[in-house]
């Protein structure tokens, strides 16, 4: 199943399932949604629950949160990530903050979703990571699907989640099919937001990654086995909360620590787990310093040649690893 397909399964299960979830945003109703992750529901569930949006982010936005505040359950959905920084006053300030402002009389159960990072081709001002920003806010949590189970069963909790939820999505990964278990085919499934997955045991090294960067680093990690090097290789799925207890128990076991984001290194994933690991008992294991695997300190070039030197895959980690 592709990543977009099990996203568009969540959301239809989770429409079914609770009649105060309705989804909003640009073209996401008559278009099916500008990668086709809401291909159908318009025609399922009518137009009282799936919404097309003027091209307003903060107008929007502000309407969907509002909606939250009275007891529905929106999904609002961004077209990019970056246009939601003309939201951004939304997501930190009224739904990130409200239930605390209000002595927890008052909750907020939203989604902000859609296709975060990299893409192809979109240059400088489309192709920012937005984990870190929004992993530093206390009272958003942040998850960020790589495969298809990741993405139907972390959509699902972030929409059973009486708190607001953003999720990370990315463009280049809604097409990529991957193998879905029986139990992730089923309505039932759910993902703990929080708890990281070990994608492959190791013994040598640990890689940490999240969303299309697990892809690369698990091709990584089978390169170096070839020159046997043993690697484990850890899904964050969740950004805040940080899965920091699976982190540091790999630590104890490998010795080593590789991080890999496609976001810029400072002050970024990679630098909060490494600050985490420091400040636990897990950095008494390390036998050499953690090495951060990140983009370019540049904003995203639009030549294609230099992009691909923007990011990091496969042959980087490699690189970083030995």
Known sequence: MTVRDALNQALEEELMRDDKVFLLGEEVAQYNGAYK?????????????????????????????????????????????????????????????????????????????????????????????????????????????????????????AIRDPNPVVVLENELEYGVSHPMSQEALSSDFVLPIGKAKIEREGKDLTIVSHSRSVGFSIKAAEELAKSGISVEVINLRSIRPLDVDTIAKSIKKTNRIITVEGGWASYGVGSEIAAQVMESDAFDYLDAPMVRVAGADVPTPYAKNLEDFAFPDTDVIVKAAR
Request: proline share 5%; aromatic share 10%.
């Open 37 to 157: 992750v809401t291909k159908g529901l318009l025609d399922k569930f009518g137009s009282k629950r799936v919404i097309d949006t003027p091209i307003t982010e903060m107008g929007f936005a502000g309407l969907a949160v509002g909606a939250a505040m009275s007891g529905l359950k929106p999904v609002c959905e961004f077209m990019t990530f970056n246009f939601a920084m003309q939201a951004i006053d939304q997501i930190v300030n009224s739904a990130a903050k409200t239930h605390y402002m209000s002595g927890g009389t008052v909750k907020v159960p939203i989604v902000f979703r859609g296709p975060n990072g990299a893409a192809a081709g979109v240059a400088a001002q489309h192709s920012q990571c937005y984990a870190a920003w929004y992993g530093s806010v206390p009272g958003l949590k942040v998850v960020s699907p790589w495969n298809s189970e990741d993405a139907k069963g972390l959509l699902k909790a």
